[in-house]
């Protein structure tokens, strides 16, 4: 795969970004590898290592919009926790299928592992003014409507919508920036 032309450009600033399963696999779809996702923006969180504004968890791929004051350093952090954590729950179950794929799926010159669950990069792109976020929350928030899971935006379980709306959400987002 070729790198890409998108960096973080601005520390600190909010960027708008998507990490995509190899292969466009469904390795989401656990309530579990879910999870994984959720514990471990909340564990940024926690440590002001990333500042979370809105997210969306799809069975193949997340959106966010976050910040940090290294915001690269930071999602691959972020990657590579929750791949070890999606590797160990398919080899807990036995999973050898998914396995399979996530070792099929694998770019030739990561020779240092097994397998790989993300595609590479994350395709940063600046939030540059209000409007604009705006028009990012809106996509992320919309996506499972646009791929017709939901009716409502807010009743996607994994997703920040239900922040935006006043309404409890999985994990906290900063709504005001």
């Known amino acids: 795969m070729a790198r890409t032309r998108y960096k973080v450009c601005q520390e600190r600033q909010p960027h708008f970004l998507t990490s995509t399963a190899v292969g466009w696999l469904p390795i989401l779809s656990r309530p ?11 564990f940024l969180q926690d440590r002001k ?4 504004f809105a997210y969306v968890i799809m069975e193949n791929h997340v959106h966010l919009i976050a910040s ?6 930071e999602i691959g952090d972020f990657k590579s926790f929750t791949a070890r954590q999606i590797i160990d729950l398919f080899q807990s179950r036995g999973d050898r299928g998914m396995l399979k794929q996530l070792e099929l799926f694998r770019a030739r010159h990561k020779t240092d592992r097994d397998y790989q669950v993300w ?6 792109q600046l939030i540059e003014n209000d409007d604009v976020m705006w028009q990012k929350i809106e996509y992320i928030h919309n ?3 646009r791929r017709g899971y939901v009716d409502d935006p807010t009743h996607w379980r994994y997703s920040s919508a239900r922040n935006y709306a006043g309404l409890p959400g999985l994990i906290p987002v900063t709504t005001d920036w």
């Open 32 to 42: 579990e590898a879910a999870q994984a996702v959720l514990d471990s923006w909340r």
């Open 49 to 52: 290592r990333l500042a979370l």
């Open 68 to 73: 940090a004051d290294d915001l690269s350093k």
């Open 119 to 124: 595609q590479e990069g994350s395709h940063p």
């Open 143 to 145: 996506n499972p409507l």
